[in-house]
């Protein structure tokens, strides 16, 4: 079975701060994928990145940077200088690469981002 | 313009009443995806479509119909519901089922509520 846990249901910061939204796994597959979505208030999931479970490098895209670790089977968020329009609520999702998988995304509970001017 | 559109935005319903949600991708992909998002639980995958034909139904009640009649078009049909299905009806769409890599698009939503 797999399952992913974000630890964080609600994270307040003010704006400029930096923020890491914590996301820990468990899969018994060798090869999967993890994603991180962003739901604003809109409703909609706004897909932000993919990793590869063979692939460790950390990616920063903008103010975002992700790290995948996987001796500690994390994929942590990081936002620099948050911003009020980064106020969402972030999921963090992992998919198998089984045959039988059928795109199941596993999502975490989610973690509430306040950006506060 | 979203890729995914999805009709009504908020429903509300009462339990004897027969309604239905429609979902739309404009991305040419071949997979759609119906989820639940509930207060405080995660995302459920409810059903999972390829190329029109259904590929999974994760346990969900028969009061929950879907359809899905092209690879465009996906409906959720609703009949004799419960005050607990009042949720977030999440549709998602992928270039396919198959790949796992693919990421899914999702659209706005529809916030059922059920009186």
């Known amino acids: 079975a797999q399952k992913v846990t974000q630890a964080q249901t609600e994270i307040s910061v003010v704006e400029k701060e930096d923020v890491t939204l914590d996301c820990v796994y468990e899969t018994r597959d060798t090869t999967y994928y993890l994603f991180w979505y962003k739901q604003p208030p809109s409703g909609e999931l706004v897909f932000l990145i993919r990793?590869?479970?063979?692939?460790?490098q950390n990616e920063i895209s903008g103010r975002y940077s992700w790290n995948f670790q996987k001796s500690t089977s994390s994929f942590n968020f990081t936002i620099t200088a948050s911003q009020v329009v980064d106020s969402a609520v972030y999921f963090c999702a992992l998919r198998n690469a089984g045959g039988t998988s059928y795109g199941k995304l596993t999502f975490g509970q989610g973690t509430i981002l306040t950006v506060h001017p | 313009e979203t890729g995914v559109t999805q009709t009504p935005r908020h429903l509300v319903m009462g339990m004897t009443n027969k309604k239905s949600l429609k979902c739309e991708q404009h991305?040419?992909?071949?997979?759609m995806y119906w989820y639940k998002q509930s207060a405080k639980k995660p995302l459920e995958l409810m059903f999972v479509?390829?190329?029109?034909?259904?590929?999974e139904n994760n346990s969900v009640p028969s009061r929950f119909s879907p359809e899905c009649p092209n690879s465009s078009h996906l409906f959720l049909h609703l009949h004799t519901l419960q005050p607990e299905d009042s949720a977030l009806y999440l549709c998602?769409?992928?270039?396919?089922?198959?790949?796992?890599?693919?990421?899914?698009?999702f659209g706005p939503g529809t916030r059922l509520t059920v009186l």
């Open positions: 991305l040419g992909h071949n997979a």
């Open positions: 990793r590869n479970s063979f692939d460790e």
């Open positions: 479509y390829s190329l029109e034909e259904r590929v």
């Open positions: 998602a769409s992928s270039q396919d089922s198959g790949g796992a890599y693919n990421e899914q698009f």
